[in-house]
């Protein structure tokens, strides 16, 4: 690990379920287990925003979870910056804030639990963090209900912030939001990023506001890293027919329409996927090859690709 890398993810793997209850191995049966996540790797440097982007389902708040610790890969390993202080912000504004404390509460509790200023200071602290997310320090005084949806995720990024962190991790934090609110909350994002220099995990199943947002876009599917590249050549020269695909089905950031399957064809089943590359049942290019042998992720010019053939989609109209 360099000193400039904040998050490395090895070949990490999640699979789901598989083991059985006491019931169960009574009775026989074998759960059927669920590979979420596949050998996914990248590396998080200092003062970027790596993006995930991929439709629902495809393991992105599983791969969010590791990230953040709060669960383990059963597979690959994970290296963190041994100092890093980081911070989680959900989806959902209104399950993910305690509905009994007062936001003053709520966003003075990181401040109290890694102990970041001297109790005379920390209201003057949440006074300071509720501006500059937006809101006013009166509002302090209300509960999480007295709120709509982009205030509460407001008061969510308020609370990350107290924490001091240098490493956040957004999963989906605009999705739950209408559209008028989303591009509010992600002018916010972007310009908390710019003054704080945050390092940061983006995730949505957006591609314009991947794109706004991130440095680097990893594009999953079907809980595989099938494309990583730098944000431009991600749009320019799109190496990955599935990226390409979602490109030409890219909603406009302000379209209400924000499908969480926006490409033609069925989504395989997850616990079931197709044999050899797992994006061969939905691709244009698919050949025999794709069926029998997995695609190894490969370096190209910019970025890394998985799949078996040398394509640049830059030029390539897909969609119908
Ligand atoms: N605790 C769990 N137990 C069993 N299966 C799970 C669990 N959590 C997620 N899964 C399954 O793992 C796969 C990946 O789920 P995950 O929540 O990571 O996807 P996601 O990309 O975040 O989807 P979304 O965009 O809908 O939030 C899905 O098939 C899901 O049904
Ligand atoms: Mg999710």
């Known amino acids: ?26 009775l026989g049966h074998r759960p059927k287990s ?42 690959g390993a994970i290296g963190r910056a041994g100092d890093t202080r980081q911070q989680m912000i959900f989806q959902d504004p209104f399950s993910s804030l305690n509905p009994r404390w007062r936001v003053h509460d709520i ?10 200023r001297a109790k005379k200071d920390v209201s003057a602290r949440v006074g300071e963090l509720l501006r500059q997310v937006g809101l006013s320090e009166a509002d302090g005084a209300k509960f999480p209900q007295a709120f709509s949806g982009g205030q509460r995720q407001r008061i969510s ?47 949505t199943h ?24 730098p944000t431009d050549a991600i749009f320019e020269h799109p190496r990955h027919p599935y990226t ?28 079931d996927p197709p044999s050899g590359c797992v994006f061969r049942t939905r691709c244009p290019f698919a050949t025999d090859l794709c069926a029998k042998e997995r695609p190894e992720l490969r370096n190209t010019g910019a970025g890394k690709v998985r799949c078996h053939y040398d394509l640049d989609l830059a030029e390539t109209e897909m969609a119908a």
């Open 107 to 116: 966003v003075a509790e990181p401040i109290r639990t890694h102990k970041l």
């Open 34 to 75: 669920l590979q979420a996540v596949r050998e996914v790797s990248f590396t998080i440097r200092k003062g970027e925003v790596m993006g995930l982007v991929g439709e629902s389902g495809c393991g992105k708040s599983t791969i969010a979870r590791i990230a953040a610790g709060l669960m383990a890969p059963t597979g």
């Open 157 to 203: 990024i308020a609370r990350a912030l107290a924490g001091e962190p240098d490493f956040l991790i957004l999963d989906e934090p605009t999705s739950a939001l209408d559209v008028s609110v989303q591009a509010q909350i992600l002018d916010l994002l972007r310009d908390l990023q710019a003054r704080l220099h945050l390092t940061s995990l983006f995730i």
């Open 244 to 271: 390409r695909l979602l490109i030409d089905a890219a909603p406009d950031l302000d379209a209400e329409d924000r499908s969480l399957h926006p490409i033609p064809g069925e989504l395989p089943d997850p616990s």
């Open 206 to 229: 957006n591609l314009p506001v991947v794109r706004l947002m991130a440095d680097r876009i990893g594009v999953v599917y079907l809980g595989e890293l099938v494309e990583l590249a």
């Open 1 to 26: 690990m360099s000193a400039e890398d904040v998050l490395i993810l090895d070949a990490v793997s999640k699979a789901y379920g598989g083991r059985a209850s006491m019931l169960e191995k009574m």
